[in-house]
């Protein structure tokens, strides 16, 4: 009968620490998931968040329906269901940022990597209904500000200098697609993806 008992209470506590475990963890999970709930108010980053009913108003844009370029970048605007974007130049956002993207980069397939002078643009996609959409395309620019040396960007009048910048779209994109979509967008690396087959 002790044995029993015994035996109940020692599952009783393993049950207990593991609820405790997976509620001490939760915080930490929900962080690691959403870096731009994280950073959306903080003043050191320069955050964009397009939301679907932006890209529901633009699918109903009236466009030269003769010019088959516009036409395809129509069709490419319309497959997205979101798009966010971190811009920053602070040290310590960007290696959050970087922790972050190698955490989420493990369920996600790495499609492309380019290093030039101390820059690093990373491209990562989640497959979609076949191998030529994806559900999501995370785009990892770091070192930035190699590249841009002698130039600062202005943003609400202020001189900014960019380190790192991650984008992530969503939707239903079509791969073969995805170089002329960031480079309409001046998303940075957009045109690294031109000659890359999937």
Request: charged letters at 30%; glycine letters at 4%; zero cysteines.
């Amino acid at each position: 009968m002790k044995t029993q008992i015994n035996n109940k209470t020692n599952t009783m506590k393993k049950n207990v620490i593991l609820v405790l475990m997976a509620l001490l963890m939760m915080p930490l999970t929900s962080m690691a998931q959403d870096i731009f709930a994280k950073y959306s108010d903080n003043a050191d980053v320069t955050y964009v968040n397009i939301k679907p009913k932006m890209f529901q108003m633009l699918a109903k844009m009236e466009v030269d329906t003769d010019d088959p370029e516009t036409q395809e970048y129509m069709n490419m605007v319309n497959s997205i269901t979101s798009l966010k974007t971190i811009i920053t130049e602070k040290g310590a956002i960007s290696s959050d940022i970087t922790a972050w993207v190698n955490s989420k980069s493990r369920a996600l397939e790495e499609l492309m990597e380019v290093k030039d002078d101390g820059t690093v643009i990373k491209f990562y996609i989640k497959e979609g209904k076949d191998e030529d959409h994806v559900e999501e395309l995370l785009i990892f620019v770091n070192g930035l500000s190699n590249q841009m040396k002698d130039s600062d960007v202005k943003i609400n009048g202020k001189d900014r200098k960019f380190e790192t910048i991650i984008v992530s779209l969503t939707g239903d994109i079509d791969l073969n697609q995805i170089s002329k979509l960031t480079k309409k967008m001046n998303i940075p690396g957009g045109e690294h993806l031109e000659d890359k087959k999937h």
